[in-house]
């Protein structure tokens, strides 16, 4: 579905990805990338959504060069990306964020946002609250959610359990592992035990390379994971 194909990436002077290529296919369930911050984990999904110009290589999206599409029709196609940041509307209320999210695909939106409902009852409990006076957990279950309207093939999370207590980030979890059963999911995460637990493969980001790839669970088993990250 998605091949990223030896790109290089820079802000400016200062070159941030480093001939990186990897690829994410129908079979797969769950992808992840883990490594500390400021590898480029971030970057690369900006990337991959069409918000952030490659200095060489490519990104192919179902056949299409990444750089010739806008960032709507990337979504159209499959890929959706749910940033570390959020982005929720404040001061609209739950079901006028996830209404959003379905810009792309109105012909759907009721049947959607049932099943992100039943995903996430606490959305359902909460649809005329405005996001902003939600917690926390409430708010990361919200941006998944209005990323999961737009009906993606590939949805990306970028650090979902960033600022969330164990307790919130265990059931944030549960319901990723919940979504992959019916959505290829791209896991960009710092808690790296519980990204590799989930993932059929990942990669290993550093200083802007990949530094290893393998199964989830053969990572997890790395000493270098290990001193590293455990």
Known sequence: MIEVDEIDVSYGSIQVLWDLSFHISEEDRVVSIVGPNGAGKSTLLRVMSGLHPVDDGTVTAWGADVATLDPSE???RGFVHVSEERNLFGDMTVRENLEMGAYTRRDTLEETMREVFELFPILEEREDQRAE??????????????????????LALDEPSEGLAPQITNRVFEKIDEISEEVTVLLVEQHVHKALRLADRAYLLENG??????????LLES???????L
């Open 74 to 76: 990337v979504v159209k």
């Open 133 to 154: 006076s939600m917690s926390g957990g409430q708010q990361q279950m919200l941006a998944i959610g209005r990323g999961l309207m737009a009906r993606p093939k590939i």
């Open 223 to 229: 000493e270098h994971v290990k001193e590293a990250y």
């Open 209 to 218: 390379e990949f530094v290893t790839e393998d199964s989830g669970p053969a």
